[in-house]
């Protein structure tokens, strides 16, 4: 059997833990972490030793380890890795046998039971996400589990552990086949080119599964669609499918340009008919104001932090003024399509952003609908914040 360090728990947090709560950081601990080891199996116990669960140590820019049973003799090997793995998938099984959509995610960290490790799937392909080496620790038991419960293709991954959960450059093929790249897969019917060994990023975010079909079945018909943080230009591809007149998508990095083009082809959508910009989408608000340009759907999506060259842009601080920015170039009675994966703030204080930007721009608003992570993004009753996903649909009155 391993060896179990006992780490005590922090007096203020024990009945949390003993809920269920699978995160482990410096401050609900008593016990110094400086021995922890990444991998180490620890068992968490109250100033009385009594046992309040087991888990492993892996050091992450959030917490020094995961939960992952409160039964005191269960061991955490290549059975328990199978049978959270096992259930996971039987709580997808429609995702599998869907021929409309060929990508979702069959393992969600702690949601599905082990923290710290997330496996999507791409038509036969599975990426593993290790976020720690400690999860990575785990390797060889999760690719047992998944040789015996699936007859994959083949299988990649993505160490995102080096500083503050970067990925780590590398040849992300395990094992199996590789296929050509792109890998096309497809998502309520609309094809995705997938690149499973090109950095970090794979061509498609699958979170926002709905909030994608929404758009296109809801809110594009004859709309003049403008997708801000657009990467790939996966929402400007559903909004031109659903009727969109015109789409102009922007993004930073150079590389969203030819990514772009490559989306609306295989969808084949003429992109020549569409505005892809490479630029800054701060700079884009000014020239667009400038033109007095507007726009009947107005997308925002940006990632939590980011830094450009004249720009720090942090969702906690500055999503009110993004806001404010697409409130000048939307319509009257146009929609504005607020998104976050910001998980330092909930949708009750997204919603104050929203309000807030409205009421300093003396503009009426309504809120259409709201969305979070969808079903296979399973997340955990314990731990509220790993339900990151924020969408709101804003009316502009
Ligand atoms: N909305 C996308 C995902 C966005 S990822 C989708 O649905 O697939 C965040 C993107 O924001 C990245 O492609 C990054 O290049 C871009 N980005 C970051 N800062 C930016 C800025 N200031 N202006 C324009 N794009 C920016």
Redesign the pocket.
């Known amino acids: 059997m391993t060896k179990e360090i006992i780490v005590k728990a922090h007096p203020k947090y024990i009945s949390q833990f003993q809920k269920g709560f699978p995160l482990l950081n410096k401050e609900n601990v008593t016990t110094s972490i400086q021995d922890l080891q990444d991998g180490d199996i620890i068992r968490l116990v109250d100033n009385n030793n009594h046992f309040i669960a087991k888990g492993y140590a892996g050091i992450q820019n959030k917490g020094i380890g995961w939960l992952l049973t409160w039964k005191e003799h269960e061991d955490i090997d290549k059975d328990f890795i199978c049978k959270k793995l096992q259930a996971a998938i039987n709580q997808r099984l429609h995702f599998y046998y869907s021929e409309d959509t060929t990508a979702f995610r069959i393992f969600n960290g702690e949601g599905d039971g082990f923290g710290g490790l997330t496996i999507d799937y791409f038509d036969g392909y599975y990426l593993i996400q290790w976020y720690s080496e400690g999860a990575y620790s785990f390797h060889e038991e999760v690719m047992e589990a998944l040789r015996e419960l699936t007859d994959f293709k083949g299988v990649y991954q993505k160490k995102r552990f080096a500083q503050e959960g970067k990925y780590v450059e590398a040849d992300d093929f395990v094992e199996g086949t590789r296929p050509s790249f792109p890998l096309l897969v497809k998502e309520n019917g609309v094809r995705f080119a997938i690149y499973l060994n090109d950095g970090a990023m794979v061509g498609?975010?699958l979170d926002?599964r709905e909030v994608r079909k929404k758009i296109r079945d809801a809110y594009s018909e004859g709309k003049r669609v403008l997708?801000?943080?657009?990467?790939?230009g996966?929402?400007s591809v559903f909004a031109a499918l659903g009727g969109a007149i015109e789409t102009t998508s922007?993004?930073?990095?150079n590389r969203?340009l030819s990514k772009t083009i490559e989306q609306f082809s295989i969808n084949d959508i003429d992109y020549e008919a569409q505005n892809i910009i490479v630029?800054?989408?701060?700079k884009y608000f000014k020239y667009a104001i400038k033109k007095e340009l507007s726009f009947d759907l107005v997308i925002l999506?940006?990632?939590s932090f980011?830094r450009?060259k004249k720009?720090t842009?942090s969702a906690a601080k500055d999503y009110k003024n993004l806001l404010k920015e697409a409130i000048a170039i939307t319509e009257k009675g146009g929609t504005i399509v607020a998104s976050t994966n910001c998980s330092t703030f909930n949708m009750k204080k997204f919603k104050g952003f929203i309000e807030t930007a409205f009421k300093e721009t003396n503009g009426k608003y309504e809120i259409l609908e709201e969305y979070t992570l969808p079903e296979d993004f399973k997340t955990l009753r314990q731990y509220k914040q790993s339900d990151y996903l924020k969408v709101a649909f804003i009316r502009k009155l």
């Open positions: 498609v975010f926002q997708n801000t943080f657009s990467y790939t996966a929402f922007v993004d930073l990095a969203s630029e800054d989408v701060f999506d940006p990632p980011a450009s720009h842009f």
